[in-house]
């Protein structure tokens, strides 16, 4: 069975800026692990004009959902070009389900929070490859 990867990150403020999504997809792909992305069915609710929209909805239905995609990974890649209460969330769940945290920041100076919450973390799309090779 191929190993799952769920792709994590920011989306307040960054609606449409989700280009990094298609790098992770294509490159695991590549690799033969399976995807799970939450912004395929998230992005309805992004509209990036709508202040709160999630007052509007269940968000307790929002997040169990994304937390049942982390309970179906093996390995979590966290794209963090600026800190994201969804992202960080979402991995500190995870890495107490023992999954794998790969963190893609240039952040200088990672809270301690995300590093200890971290198995690899990599500067750049460029080390992804080489970091998901060490979960295969």
Known sequence: MKKQVFISG????MENDQDYRRTVTELCLKMGF?????WNREKVFYKGDEECWWNT??????VQRDLSDADRCDIMVVYLPK???G????MF???RKDKKIIVVSEIECLSPWIVV????????FDGLEAALNKFK
């Not at 992202?87 to 979402?90: H, L, R, S």
């Not at 919450?117 to 750049?124: C, G, L, N, T």
Request: hydrophobic share 40%.
């Open 87 to 90: 992202a960080c969330m979402e």
């Open 34 to 38: 399976d995807v799970i992305d939450p």
């Open 57 to 62: 909805y269940t968000t307790y239905d929002f």
């Open 117 to 124: 919450h971290s198995d690899v973390i990599i500067k750049s």
């Open 93 to 95: 769940y995870a890495k």
């Open 10 to 13: 920011p989306i307040l403020g």
């Open 83 to 85: 800190l994201s209460a």
